[in-house]
């Protein structure tokens, strides 16, 4: 569900949707999003600061606070 | 909903005691001042009653796993009237409140029902809020709310607002910010963005103006200045264009950054 919401966020900020992949990997208790992204468009997923990844990892620990499970995005690049 | 009562020596005291016998921030209580009974001198002696008003959804929503309200209760809440107890006191009006007997009932604001979506690009700013929402794992329906001069109101009528909303309204900010570079790509010099949920943002300014009026109180009485938490931009302006009424009370930014704190300053009558 996690990957959906990131997968989604994620092609709507970017310039190429085609390059946005979520690689998942569920550990114990938290699970780590991995995304990745063409490289013209990786400051268009972290913005100034970090603000923009910073409002997708809220967005995203709202998701996932019903399930309890700690949810971690990483971005490659 | 669930409804508390506490008593202090001043409006203050009796907030601080619900704040740390419910366990909640200052943001995430309504109060209401049921009852203030002035001092027979001028110290000690007065009683404040207030009435806290307990929402289930503007509980931290973190720790809330399984505890949706069913859909049905969204009609409900919806239909309840925003209480608007910052306009009961009139400017200058800053005499106790005794005698006046039962406070007059608000009058409700009528409920507002989501406007239709018109054109391409409300469309699917609406069709995509929606999908976020969804994705979110979160039950709710996305509307316009208003429109106004470059500005477009979205509104997310669910159930879990609490969640959608975040500590001191983070989640309610960050789908903004996103919600607002989705537009910018939409649509060239597209309007800004206003997310919102329930009407957290009016029962929210409300909030801080109702804060910001009592804490010049404390300053008026105690002669010494007052720091108020860190706000952002538009909350500060907020504060200080209600404290601007207050010919006695001078108020000041201090900080860097986007967010900085107001120092709330008494400068004595005249000038």
Known sequence: MEKELVEYIAKSLVDDPGGVAVNVIEGEKSTILELKVAEADIGKVIGKHGRIAKAVRTILSAASSKSGKRVVLEILD | MSVKEFEGRNEEEAINKAIESLGLDRDEIDVEIVETRKAPFLFGGGRVRIRVHLEEDRQPGEDEAGDRQPMDNLRHQESRPTRQRDNRRPRGDRQPREGRG??????????????????????????????????????????????????????????????LIGKKGQTLEALQVIANIAASRMKEGAERIIVDTQNYRSRHEQSLVRMARQTAQQVRRTRQSRLLEAMNPFERRLVHTALAEEGDIETASEGDGLYKRIRVIYKGPGK
């Open chain 2, 102 to 163: 039962p406070r007059p009932q608000p009058a409700p604001e009528p409920v507002r029902e989501p406007l239709p979506a018109e054109g391409e690009f409300e469309n699917s700013m609406v069709e995509y809020l929606q999908g976020l929402v969804e994705r979110m794992g979160i039950p709710g329906r996305v509307g316009i709310g208003f429109r106004e001069d470059r500005k477009l109101g979205l509104n997310i009528d669910t159930p879990d607002s609490g969640i």
